[in-house]
């Protein structure tokens, strides 16, 4: 599923349309979302560099962590970020992003020491604008990969900093700006949903085509109580649910799950099991006021009903229903009509009276008889 994910971003936005946008969710009881973060950013880079992707290049806004840290981490990972200056760009919000350290700076007449790779680096210090954040992206994007139509992906890494310094509101057209964008075709983005109002992550589920829940691993031990509690706590720091939602274009709601395990090499995701498999796919479903499921009695009772042009058995003879009389009221008048029979034919007429001389006249008379021809 993970993959899936990966497959989506690598394509990216069809003509016409808007990027798709992934937003990745985690809390304090699974706090694994940078890791799948980590993981897509990896693995999209990947296809940008074997030009499997639709993005040409890609822009990280760096606002929890800082530039060097990617850079490390991405080299570990076995992409090289220095002799590949074109197709990456990390927009550092993170060492100032309300520009306080520069007017401290200024005030002491302090110069700025450049930072390491300054070259696919630059500060952003006004985190408060997300409208000048979103010409800074686009400019930053469009001279990654100078031709007008081709495409690069925007990467951010906490939505949360971006919620501390200004309101949903503005987030929200900020992110709908650049999915909108011509040369943008994917974003996806992390969230600790823990932090904010219930509001917060419903109007950005709203706004994103995927969305990744990171959730503690519960695992039904099927009665063995002994040292449940101690492998449920260690299997919380170490193992955990991923769901995904993904809005398909015609409106349709795909969910998956996956097991994902977070080791020193990275994260790596599994199937479902088949003891949790059911258990965590209905708890993706929405809460509703009505029961989705049949009880015992239900079914029993919808096999009961008579069908419409359903053939009757049951050792009689197969009638077919016509759907407007019951079979109980047809094998009643059949037996009326049968019993009112007596020995011989018998003869029928049908007398037909009129109700006025201005009616119509019937069939056989000529309508012209009364016209000199």
């Not at 499921?293 to 919808?302: A, G, H, I, V």
């Amino acid at each position: 599923m993970a993959e899936s994910i990966c497959r989506v971003l690598r394509d990216g936005a069809l003509e016409g349309e808007h990027a798709p946008a992934l937003t990745i969710k985690d809390s304090l009881d699974s706090p694994f979302a940078f890791d799948v973060f980590s993981y897509i950013l990896v693995q999209l880079s990947s296809q940008i560099l074997r030009g499997n992707s639709q993005s040409r290049g890609i822009v990280i806004v760096a606002v929890s962590r800082s530039p060097s840290s990617y850079i490390s981490f991405l080299k570990t990972k076995g992409v090289d970020v220095e002799s590949s200056q074109k197709w990456i760009h990390i927009l550092d919000c993170y060492t100032d992003p309300l520009g306080w350290k520069n007017k401290i700076q200024k005030s002491r007449n302090v110069k700025d020491i450049p930072h390491q790779s300054s070259l696919i680096t630059s500060s952003y210090k006004a985190m408060k604008d997300l409208e000048k954040l979103f010409s800074v992206i686009t400019e930053l994007g469009g001279g990654l990969v100078e031709e007008k139509k081709a495409r690069f992906c925007v990467a951010i890494d906490s939505l949360s900093e971006l919620l501390r310094h200004t309101t949903l509101p503005s987030v929200s057209g900020f992110l709908s700006n650049l999915r909108s964008h011509d040369q943008i075709s994917c974003i996806f983005g992390l969230l600790h949903s823990d932090l904010h109002d219930d509001k917060v992550p419903a109007a950005l589920d709203y706004m994103s085509s995927m969305v990744a829940n990171v959730e503690p691993f519960h695992h039904s031990f099927n009665g063995q109580r002994g040292n449940s509690e101690n492998s449920l706590s260690e299997q919380s720091f170490t193992r955990g649910k991923f769901n995904v939602r993904f809005k398909r274009r015609n409106g349709r709601v795909r969910v998956m799950s996956e097991e994902f395990k977070v080791d020193p090499e990275g994260i790596s995701f599994t199937s479902v099991s088949s003891v949790d498999g059911a258990s965590s796919v209905s708890g993706l479903l929405p809460k509703l006021q009505f029961n989705l499921q049949l009880s015992e009695k239900e079914r029993t009772d919808r096999a009961k009903v008579v069908l419409p042009f359903e053939h009757q058995g049951n050792g009689r003879p197969i009638q077919i229903y016509d759907g407007r009389r019951s079979l109980e009221d047809y094998n009643a008048e059949a037996k009326q009509t049968s019993g009112g029979k007596k020995g011989g034919s018998g003869t029928g007429e049908i007398i037909y009276y009129r109700d006025s001389d201005d009616e119509m006249p019937d069939s056989d008379e000529d309508p012209d008889d009364d016209l000199d021809i």
